[in-house]
């Protein structure tokens, strides 16, 4: 995210994409490299129409402040946490308020790691937006993308 070509390539890529359709994830140790800066690329890029998520969020130690302090649309929920949800209490007291939090900040919500129904059942009931995981699909070579999205 600090990388000034990588905004310019941007920047220049947009006019042939839908930039509404592009989301983004920054990794905290994206940020910590440089923030000033990356604060000024997101900015700049979220100008354009390009949506931002916040990936692997609860892991670092500095998330609630970049969700305070940098234009992101969008939360991800780290497997770590989601994979416990159903057999730790506090597990799911993390995931619970933290979409909660979410939610109050206007931000959509993504939980990683979902691997099962029961779990995306009690993810839909915090009202989690989004979800990846295995439940979904597995990783797949991407001649066999074509055929699982029809």
């Keep these: 995210m600090v990388n000034d070509d990588f905004c310019t390539f941007v920047q220049q890529q947009v006019p042939l994409l839908d930039a509404s359709r592009l989301v983004f994830e920054v990794t905290e140790t994206g940020l910590f490299e440089d923030s000033g800066r990356a604060q000024q690329?997101?900015?700049?890029?979220?100008?354009?129409?390009?949506?931002?998520?916040?990936?692997?969020?609860?892991?670092?130690?500095?998330s609630l402040s970049y969700l305070n302090e940098l234009a992101f649309?969008?939360?991800k929920i780290d497997r770590s946490f989601v994979s416990k949800l159903?057999?730790?209490?506090?597990?799911?007291?993390?995931?619970?308020?933290?979409?909660?939090l979410a939610k109050e900040l206007g931000l959509n919500v993504v939980a990683e790691g979902v691997e099962d129904k029961a779990t995306l059942d009690a993810?839909?009931?915090?009202?989690?937006d989004r979800i990846q995981g295995y439940y979904i699909a597995k990783p797949m070579p991407e001649e066999q993308l074509s055929a699982y999205i029809r």
């Design 123 to 128: 993810l839909a009931s915090f009202g989690v």
């Design 41 to 62: 690329n997101i900015k700049a890029l979220h100008a354009l129409g390009i949506q931002f998520a916040v990936d692997d969020f609860g892991t670092g130690y500095s």
């Design 86 to 100: 159903l057999t730790t209490n506090r597990a799911k007291i993390i995931v619970r308020s933290t979409v909660q």
């Design 73 to 75: 649309q969008e939360v």
